[in-house]
């Protein structure tokens, strides 16, 4: 009917048209992208954190919350995050939002439901949107407790070795020096007439 009463119209008919397919097009790939990465962030094998720019947790994925022992439900109301270790997260964590860096390293305790630590490196990122606007934080963490478990040990036993050469080192020097006692009480009481007074004071030298 437009084509036929008004043909110039038919322009600003079809346009809306294609206008709304398109974006209905462009809405179905951001469901697709989206759901992607919520499968991605379900099924990872590390912890996943997302805050957002305040700092305050969002999400969390089922590793971490199995790393943590705490359920997605007590992550809202507890950030296991170790009080500690947040002077240097929130400095790096201002520097992110500064735009002076884009991610950041840092190995950060975690406290965990039964009151044990845990140990994670924890690469950051700033998540941005296609305007380069900054939309939220994801944090990936890999549990490294017991490598640290292990680091620990390592160094108590090289401790311990260190203490074990230091004490044979002083063993070795202190009987080099009773063996030098030894001989000369040794060679006193060959010297010594059986009548001599000294000869039993020699001899208490001697057996200490």
Do not use: C
């Not at 296991?80 to 947040?86: G, N, W």
């Not at 478990?149 to 020097?173: N, S």
């Amino acid at each position: 009917m437009v084509w036929l009463t008004n043909v110039w119209l038919v322009p600003a008919i079809i346009a809306p048209l294609v206008l709304s397919f398109r974006s209905i097009r462009l809405l179905g790939r951001a469901r697709d992208s989206e759901e992607r990465f919520r499968t991605m962030f379900e099924a990872a094998p590390i912890g996943m954190i997302v805050r957002d720019l305040d700092g305050k947790l969002l999400s969390t994925n089922p590793a971490f919350e199995k790393m943590v022992g705490y359920s997605r439900e007590e992550l809202e109301r507890v950030d296991p995050a170790s009080a500690e270790d947040s002077g240097d997260a929130n400095a790096l964590n201002a520097e992110l939002l500064a735009g002076k860096r884009d991610d950041y390293e840092i190995e950060q305790r975690f406290v965990a439901k039964d009151g044990g630590e845990r140990w994670g490196r924890v690469d950051v990122t700033l998540v941005r949107d296609a305007g380069r606007r900054p939309q939220f934080v994801l944090s990936m963490v890999q549990d490294v407790t017991q490598h640290k478990l292990l680091e620990d040990q390592l160094r108590q036993a090289q401790k311990m070795e260190a203490i074990g050469r230091l004490a044979g080192g002083v063993a070795h020097d202190f009987n080099n020096v009773l063996a030098a006692i030894l001989g000369t009480t040794d060679l006193l009481l060959f010297r010594m007439g059986a009548a001599d007074p000294s000869r039993e004071d020699v001899d208490e030298i001697r057996k200490a």
